[in-house]
């Protein structure tokens, strides 16, 4: 298994349990919805254990391919509105998030099937807990001061 390959899935792991903290986060205290904010967690913990039971892709050699030192791209700023939401962080990192997972689920494929299925499986409990998400913490919540 390739250095270049345990990065990858080093970086989307972080960035998934990342983008799914501040959904969790964002879910329980702004939006005070519990049921969404542990689903998130739950489904957070998922992609931790995915690859902490994983007899192939071990957790100790993804930290130590991590080159935060060299990596020319870690701080990359981008512009935002003046009028961003809570509403729009959530939904910016829950797709954060499903791409993370979809990056993961197509690497594991090279090195472990059983946790790239893992993966797939967590990319659609994604996809189920924004749509329940998008009923409850959209645009029409900044008048109940999601904003």
Known sequence: MGRDLLQIIDANLNRLR??????????RFSAG???????????????TNAILLSKKIPLGKLVQTRDTKNDRLKFIDFEKGKNVSMTDIFMSNIERAKESLRVLEEC???VD????RKYRRLRFNAYDIEKKSIKKINPSTKAQGLC
């Open 108 to 110: 594991c494929k090279l």
């Open 113 to 116: 099937a059983e946790t790239s």
């Open 33 to 47: 919805e519990k049921d969404i904010a542990r689903s998130l967690k739950t489904l957070r913990h998922g992609a």
């Open 18 to 27: 990342e983008g799914l903290r501040v959904c969790e986060d964002i879910a």
